[in-house]
């Protein structure tokens, strides 16, 4: 990660928490873990929106509200390496 990212991700974090202060190990290990885990999850999100559009997995909602998420009984193993391509392609551009 470059240093403009990394600054970004840090002020990112500020203007959520603009009372917050910390060392440099604990910026790195609570901040911008916090910053990451927050975009894996929506990029996590993302991906299984597109897997559901294409009918590779569903969703149940769960009592609590949340939704766990199935791979469909037609899923085979071509149709996971075509999107496994389509995603690598996605990540490279």
């Known amino acids: 990660m470059d240093d403009k990212k990394m600054a970004q991700e840090i002020m990112a974090y500020l203007r959520e928490n603009p009372c917050a202060g910390d060392s440099v190990e604990g910026i790195s290990r609570w901040w911008l873990t916090r910053e990451r885990i927050t975009q894996s999850i929506n990029t ?3 991906a299984l929106e597109h897997l559901s559009s294409v009918g ?3 969703e149940r909602r769960m009592a609590d509200g949340r939704k766990v998420y199935f791979a469909t ?3 085979e193993a071509s149709a996971l390496i075509e ?3 389509e995603f690598e392609g996605r ?3």
């Open 56 to 58: 590779l997995v569903y």
């Open 73 to 75: 009984a037609h899923t």
């Open 44 to 46: 996590v999100q993302q």
């Open 91 to 93: 990540l490279l551009q």
């Open 83 to 85: 999107i496994e391509k």
